[in-house]
């Protein structure tokens, strides 16, 4: 069920909007399940890893042995169509933190800062007694562009996950929040180790060099086949790394009782483009950034299966604070999944994603296709998320009447994360006008 930030009403002179959070009604709803899953305070870990695609891990359908993964999906509620609202881990983060869009929360990209009115789950939740942390991997120091908003404390660290274990330590008898973001670097360390006997191609190393300088030109180099296959057993042995990091953090989980009371929640802030489209790790929304694992793993693996409908990031935020029994603040955007897994989830189950990069790029996921665009389904590429996953064949001449469709969805949702943004300068102050008002109320954005 994706509940929707709705516009009641519009001043005819000025650009004046009333929020409200109303539940998007459909017709027909869901078989009833139960559901055993832990409400009320209780510890939340976060783990958001930086690059991780879904089709990388052997329960998303990959021909590898992935155990930490493996053993963390036999205990979870695992999303098969997740998405992130952006191709970088920052303002995948920010919208992880503040149930809102990037537009909305100000954070569209490396180098932006989420806006101070932005509402965080750590805000909340330190509000309502929690200890809160957050270890994201970075040099120490850094800028935390607006994401340590709520947290007691908020460390870039080489080293999260070890700082994150020591931080759990001393906090294991109390309700908490600690989120683990990154574990990139550290894990190129030490696939480079695992690699180094493996017969990699000769000069690759400046070759790498070489094609990464060229991507912020205007004449990007692509690797070649050869080099293209080192690259993909690289970001092979690196899930193999950060999956071995994984199976330490979760066996420390289980000494200090965590895994009795705990929620956990693991998913990849991001994904990872590996040449598919002639784009490299984050240049694009194409469905291997956009889409990515998501795990819930409630105390105890009181909830165990996967869930094929369409979630979102930005979803996780509402979710963690209806499991811990908190207020859902006024204007969140994200819709909490609990719905879904009780069996009462409603249409439409669809997702954006959005970059400024490249003159804007747009992501859509809705009625099992996935469309990428430009701002307002300029240059819309349209695929069968089913049967093309890495999105290879483009059907938008074919599927017009399904392509129009997810374009007018799409229009809406840019109208309504501009009016509503937090950035004044990516804010919309004019006026709806009457087929603008037509049109969101045909796609249920407005009563």
Partial sequence: MKQKIFLNSFASSAA?????????????????????????????????????????????????RTPAFDTLAAESVRFEWAFAQAPQSQPSLAALFSGLYPTTNGLRAPGDSMADEATTLAEVLSTAGYSTAAFVEGPPGSSDYGLAQGFDSYQTSATPGTASIEWMRAHANENFLLVLAGWSNIALEKVDALLEDSGQPEGMAPRVAEVLASRATDQPIEFDEEDLEWVRAWYAARIQVIDSMLEGFFAEIRSLGLDNRATLVVLGSNGFALQEHGDLFGESLYNPVAHVPVFIRFAAGADVRPVAKVVEVVDLMPTILELTGQPIPAGVQGSSVVPILEGAGQPPYVAFGESPQFG??????????????????????????????????????????????VIRHLEAWEKMVAVVSLDPELRTEEDLDEDTLKQLKSLGYIQ
Avoid: W
């Fill in 16 to 64: 004046v909007c009333i929020l409200a959070i109303v539940v998007l009604m459909s017709c027909g709803g869901e078989k009833a399940e139960e559901s055993a899953v832990v409400a009320g305070a209780h510890p939340v870990i976060i783990i958001a890893l930086d690059g991780l695609r879904a089709d990388a891990l052997g329960s998303y359908g990959a021909p590898v």
């Fill in 360 to 405: 804007g790029q747009r992501f859509v996921a809705f009625g099992g296709m996935g469309m990428v665009s430009g701002i307002g389904g300029e240059g819309a590429e349209l695929f069968d998320l089913t049967t093309d996953p890495l999105e290879l064949e483009n059907l938008a001449a074919t599927e017009a009447d399904r392509l129009g469709v």
